[in-house]
């Protein structure tokens, strides 16, 4: 990803008096070209491997995420403004409400045929609108409950602290993540979000911890922190 995005940023330093624009077009056009090269991708046993052993899968995968934070955090005045427009706001959280009923209620088919390859597109569609317009209201809820997250509060001391740490848990959670096969199985046959969301919640908040208490021992070596966490 930011193999691309230097690319990118390199390419578009070329020409500053266009420089934005430049680099909004390409991003994108590069990010919606991975996410739909993806599909083919998956679908031929040799490209599959490939992808898999290169890791093409998840940059393909992830890369219009990566461009959307890029472009909110170099738009910023605009990203704020568009959370601040109750309307928009009001949008998003309809369109998630919809897409999520969909994805739990209409759109799992059974059969594998070529229906199934349909739907499986129009699913991860789906689901990838949800995870904006769920990022988007996330976003939306902490901006207008800045002042319950402040330093002053409890919450906020500890969401800032966590946010201080965000490295450390980027790096060290990936080792924590269990394999419950018997949860998935359980929620593929019965779909409810409101279950999905506890056990999610509940280890994210149970690994998150592991993470910090690693993090605090690493970091009592400032060797092992610099090398590993790259902390000064």
Not at 194 to 223: D, H, Q, V, W, Y
Request: charged residues 10%; positive net charge; glycine residues 6%.
């Amino acid at each position: 990803m930011f193999l691309i995005y230097y690319a990118i940023s390199f390419i578009a330093h070329k020409y500053p008096n266009s420089t934005s624009k430049i680099f909004c077009y390409t991003t994108i056009i590069i990010a919606s070209t991975l996410y739909i090269l993806r599909l083919p991708l998956k679908l031929d046993p040799t490209l599959n491997t490939l992808g898999s052993i290169t890791c093409f899968h998840y940059t393909f995968s992830y890369f219009h995420f990566f461009v959307f934070g890029l472009l909110a955090s170099k738009f910023k005045q605009y990203f704020e403004q568009m959370l601040d427009n109750k309307y928009i706001v009001a949008t998003a959280i309809v369109l998630f409400t919809i897409g999520n009923y969909c994805l739990y209620n209409i759109l799992l088919p059974k059969t594998e045929d070529f229906s199934y390859n349909i739907y499986k597109i129009i699913y991860e569609i789906v689901e990838t609108g949800c995870a904006y317009t769920g990022i988007f209201i996330i976003y939306g809820f902490f901006r207008h409950y800045a002042d319950s997250v402040k330093e002053s509060t409890f919450i906020g001391r500890n969401l800032q602290y966590i946010g201080k740490r965000t490295l450390d848990i980027y790096l060290l959670h990936y080792f924590l993540i269990p394999t419950i096969p018997m949860v998935g199985s359980f929620l593929i046959e019965y779909p409810n979000m409101a279950i999905e969301l506890f056990i999610g919640l509940s280890l994210s908040l149970l690994i998150i911890g592991i993470c910090m208490i690693i993090s605090n021992i690493i970091r009592t070596s400032p060797f092992l922190s610099h090398w590993l966490l790259g902390t000064k």
